[in-house]
T-cell receptor
């Protein structure tokens, strides 16, 4: 079974600075997809960014970018110019090519210091 | 607004009871997924339906069941409820069962007293 590990239960960053959230995963599949979801205090699950495993180019969405290292099975999220609204739980998620449901990590609680 | 509608938002009931959670997917989405988020287990995939048919099962208990109707809305039935079933239950939908990202509803908060 696939597993997703987020080793940082909590991270803190000053407003306007850059922070990187770590995620590693374990799989024997070659075809899969990776996602970062954000869950603010409202409890909504909001898709932040996604990456197809077959693409070598790292995905970018405005201030959010990923560092995808397939051989190392690492998928970190970088948030640039952190804003107060970025404060939330961030979940890394894996989805295999067989199109099952998402496997989530335990999450990282991101705190933004004003 | 993700376009996925879940009702009710909150549900309080007692042990041993049965409840039904409802989900309306985004317009055009054929796949529906159910997830459970609890302090003990984190976010867990329960079950997936695609165009009315069960497509994949995750960590769903035998006391739980789901179905997807011809109009594509889905219901998650939880029976013989236990204290440990208290959780936030999410429904998500996607266009097909392939790569498209899953869009989550706001969840139903279930509290077992």
């Amino acid at each position: 079974a696939q597993t997703v590990t987020q080793s940082q239960p909590e991270m803190s960053v000053q407003e306007a600075e850059t922070v990187t959230l770590s995620c590693t995963y374990d799989t024997s599949e070659s075809d899969y997809y990776l996602f970062w979801y954000k869950q603010p205090p409202s409890r909504q699950m909001i898709l932040v960014i996604r990456q197809e495993a077959y693409k070598q180019q790292n995905a970018t969405e405005n201030r959010f970018s990923v560092n995808f290292q397939k051989a190392a099975k690492s998928f970190s999220l970088k948030i640039s110019d952190s804003q107060l609204g970025d404060a939330a739980m961030y979940f890394c998620a894996y989805r295999g090519g067989g199109a099952d449901g998402l496997t989530f990590g335990k999450g990282t609680h991101l705190i933004i210091q004003p | 607004d993700s376009g996925v509608t879940q009702t009710p938002k909150h549900l309080i009931t007692a042990t041993g009871q049965r409840v039904t959670l409802r989900c309306s997917p985004r317009s055009g989405d054929l796949s529906v997924y159910w997830y459970q988020q609890s302090l003990d287990q984190g976010l867990q995939f329960l079950i997936q339906y695609y165009n009315g048919e069960e497509r994949a099962k995750g960590n769903i208990l035998e006391r739980f069941s789901a179905q997807q109707f011809p109009d594509l809305h889905s219901e998650l039935n939880l029976s013989s409820l236990e204290l440990g079933d208290s959780a936030l239950y999410f429904c998500a939908s996607s266009e097909t069962s392939l790569y498209q990202p899953q869009h989550f509803g706001d969840g139903t908060r279930l509290s077992i007293l």
